[in-house]
């Protein structure tokens, strides 16, 4: 089975920049949805940014747009998150997640991704 590592994950102050990646153990293929979900202390699990393998396409959540940008030339098994201007609200666990995808969208509901890595931490604080 495909396995996801992430890292690059740390502590910065408010205003910082972090690079996070992810590898996959093999190709993940080009109808995938890949991506990044996280998860702060006592809150829900959500979406990031996710690509859709096949084109290329992203979707980013509100929060973080402008701010956090998936390079577009990443390849099949691998996928970074570029996170510009972090705040603390940006403080949690970040994941790397992948999941094939049925009539060419991803969602960014956590339910809909089968392949996960353990995560790791991002801080913003002073």
């Known amino acids: 089975a495909v396995q996801l590592v992430e890292s690059g994950g740390g502590s910065v102050q408010p205003g910082g920049s972090l690079k996070l990646s992810c590898v996959a153990s093999?190709?993940?293929?080009?109808?995938?949805?890949m991506g990044w979900f996280r998860q702060a202390a006592g809150e829900e699990r959500e979406g990031v940014a996710i690509?859709?393998?096949?084109?290329?396409?992203?979707t980013y959540a509100d929060s973080v747009k402008g701010r956090f940008t998936i390079p577009r030339d990443n390849s099949e098994n691998s996928i970074d998150l570029e996170m510009n201007t972090l705040v603390p609200e940006d403080t949690a666990t970040y994941f790397c997640?992948?999941?094939?995808?049925?009539?060419?969208?991803?969602?960014?509901?956590?339910?809909?991704?089968?392949?996960w890595g353990r995560g790791t931490q991002v801080t913003v604080s002073l």
């Open positions: 997640a992948a999941a094939v995808t049925f009539g060419g969208r991803c969602s960014m509901s956590s339910q809909a991704y089968t392949i």
């Open positions: 093999q190709d993940i293929g080009r109808n995938y949805c």
């Open positions: 690509m859709y393998t096949s084109f290329g396409t992203t």
